[in-house]
């Protein structure tokens, strides 16, 4: 990991509050912390500040969809690398694909279950005490 990111510290890019809420309460009983933005250029633009360890990000967004905000967010380089979760609230064909492609490192659909999400968050980017 490169000391210039905040390695334990997840970004949650979701205009949905009821969503926002369900992933603070899951990662209250661990050691991550949580930011928070809710259209796409706001999850751009707290991306470039914070270089989170990991980004969570809504696809369906006001201003610029989650898909443009991960193209945007892998032309800067400190975050090229930084583990991208894309989760979609209907799964189109071809959906996982072209999240892919945006620049996602994996891709969830809605619904899942938190605990899976969990499990996914700690295998991209472990948890610290
Ligand atoms: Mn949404």
Do not use: H
Request: charged letters at 25%; aromatic letters at 4%; a neutral charge.
């Amino acid at each position: 990991m490169s000391g210039i990111t905040s390695d334990n510290t997840i970004l949650y890019v979701e205009d949905n509050e009821l969503n926002r809420k369900i992933v603070r309460d899951l990662l209250k009983r661990t050691t991550y912390t949580l930011i928070e933005a809710f259209d796409g250029e706001a999850g751009v633009a707290k991306a470039v500040e914070a270089k989170p360890g990991l980004i969570l990000m809504d696809i369906q967004l006001p201003k610029i969809s989650g898909m443009e905000a991960m193209r945007q967010i892998r032309l800067v380089p400190e975050l090229a690398a930084t583990p991208i979760v894309a989760i979609t609230s209907f799964a189109l064909s071809g959906d996982d694909q072209k999240a892919k492609a945006a620049g996602a490192t994996a891709y969830l659909a809605k619904p899942y279950s938190p605990l899976d999400l969990l499990a996914l968050i700690r295998k991209l980017l472990p948890e610290k005490d």
